[in-house]
């Protein structure tokens, strides 16, 4: 239990972003940007969104599954007028000198590419992703598809342009893929508990909420892509290979112990997280394994049975 109350504040930074306030902040001697929960665009039921407990999760389950991912820490915060709310800590990692490029802007500096920066067609990002000349191809391509993957596992609905990128030290002349950041739109954070208790009790609902939606951000023809869909269909090779590398890192009482220590989310929170989790591997990641290595089998026993063609 951390009480950011007290922590100094930068009032000479700032941050973009749609989805709740932030300020940043000295915590421990190290900065972070310190995220409020958003008022719910969708449920006006809820005062406040799950987001700030949506980023600590999902951020964290990203670091259970070997990818790098910014530092989370929950907390609470008291505003002025007394008011305490749970809110998430994420490590600045710009401090230090470093710069992010969001791939939105790197994205708009491909001439190449038939959409803008924020255009989310996946053939214009895959466009993007070979032309740009900061990060290789041969690092960025996993990249991009671990993080399909992920988000696929965590529900993401909002993984655009603007929400990954390179961080690049001018001064040295360097970049780097920045770590996994800005996952506040996993896990349903506009789900209310009691909302969440009902879904448990229908199979239909949890059903609707792995298969209809949420889906990506990235599109396909103009059309936001289902993650079932898209990986079951196996028909991407990238995407093939980053479902057998997270599929094999995925450890569900890992992630299970994680959110029974997670403070500030009732019982029947931590059961939806859990049960849906649980539900999204089985019915789209063991699926789509199931189909792709009995592919993968069958290639093989065609290349078997093929004759050898002489010189």
Known sequence: MIDFTSCEVNKFKAYGGANGNK?????????????????????KNMS????????????HIYGLLGIKVQETLLGTYTDKRGKEKVVVACQDFTDGGKKLIEFAQLKNTCINSEQNGYGTELSSIMTAIEEQSLIPKREMVPFFWDMF?????????????????????????????????????????QLAAEDMKSVLEDENQINKRIFTFPTSAVEEEGKKISYFEFISSLKNEDCNEALKRIYKRIDLEKINRLIEETPFIEPVQKDFYQVMLKERKEKIFDYSMKLLLAQEKQMGQEEEASPIQSM
């Open 23 to 43: 300020i940043h902040i000295r915590y421990e001697g190290k900065g972070y940007m310190l995220k409020f929960p958003p008022i719910p665009s969708r449920n």
């Open 48 to 59: 406040y969104s799950n987001g700030c407990i949506s980023e600590y999760l999902a951020c």
């Open 149 to 189: 993957i992920t988000d696929a596992l965590l529900g993401n609905f909002d993984r655009h342009n603007g929400n990954w990128g390179i961080l690049v030290d001018e001064e040295n002349q360097t970049a780097e893929i920045a770590p996994v950041y800005d996952c506040g739109s996993c896990l349903y954070p």
